[in-house]
């Protein structure tokens, strides 16, 4: 009779509870994806030029900057420049006009504006952009104060119809976190307007919110270090500090980017 192999039963228990535990932590790292956070700026700010963007490459992050007027050729070399580093340049129209009630006054209220006279604006900053930023291959558009409507009513078809703009951002609230492309409309993708004095721990807390549910979060900031509602520089560098301190939990992209990532575009 030939010699038949059994294995030591105790050894063989821990081989295939070794093995077992190696396949789950891989497969967890596997299935562990990182959040997507998109960094995003309005108004073209003077504070942009001067903090957000210097303090974005310390950290070798990208934003997407919202301009609706430029003043001068200085301003208009500094955003070139900040598209040439890899920053996104997008449309915020061109007069920025709002609603009456938020204290806007004619001509630039958006109470008397026609969908025309929108598309027009918005035509005319993107033909603008594209003399800053020739090579953007398709241009993001932020809608001025979060407001979509004009004459009263909205102008999202008109926006998707003039195909000026591939993608456009809209306002929302701290809660504004994406888990789903097939169900979050590309031309009015919520954000958080992140408030006037916001601390840094109230922005690690929406990080890790959009880390937990491995979604899609968007920021949307005005005033670095200065102008109307603002953050302080402290509180950018911190946040920024966190976010290259936690690459492995964080993607960072530009909105047009972060958007085609998460379409799986």
């Known amino acids: 009779m030939g010699y038949i192999y059994r294995p030591d039963s105790n050894k063989m228990k821990t081989l295939i ?20 956070i998109s960094l995003t700026y309005d108004d073209g700010m003077e504070t942009h030029i001067q903090h957000a963007i210097p303090q974005l490459n310390t950290y070798q992050l990208k ?3 919202y301009i609706n007027s430029i003043k001068g050729n200085k301003e208009a070399q500094a955003w070139q420049e900040a598209a040439t580093m890899g920053h996104e340049l997008g449309n915020h129209s061109l007069h920025h006009a709002c609603p009456e009630s938020m204290g806007w006054k004619k001509p630039f209220c958006t109470d008397y504006y026609t969908l025309e006279n929108m598309l027009d604006e918005i035509g005319a900053t993107s033909a603008i952009l594209k003399t800053l930023d020739p090579k953007a291959p ?6 001025p104060c979060n407001n979509f409507k004009v004459g009263g009513q909205s102008y999202i078809n008109k926006l998707v119809e003039s195909k000026l703009i591939k993608y456009a951002r809209g306002g929302g609230t701290i809660n504004s ?3 789903s492309a097939k169900d979050l409309d590309p031309f009015h993708v919520p954000s958080w307007p992140v408030q006037e004095g ?26 670095i270090g200065g102008q109307w509602i603002k953050i302080s520089n402290e509180t950018h560098i911190g946040l920024l500090f966190y976010l290259e301190q936690h690459k492995d939990r964080f993607e960072v992209l530009p909105f047009g980017q972060a958007m085609k990532k998460f379409r799986n575009e």
């Open 17 to 36: 509870q070794t093995f077992l535990l190696c396949a789950v932590v891989t497969l967890g790292q596997a299935q562990t994806p990182k959040a997507l």
């Open 63 to 65: 934003g997407t900057f």
């Open 138 to 143: 398709f241009r993001t558009y932020a809608y």
């Open 177 to 179: 976190i994406h888990t």
């Open 198 to 223: 916001c601390s840094l721990d109230t922005l690690i807390s929406f990080l890790e919110s959009v880390y937990q549910k491995k979604g899609f979060g968007v920021l949307q900031f005005h005033g």
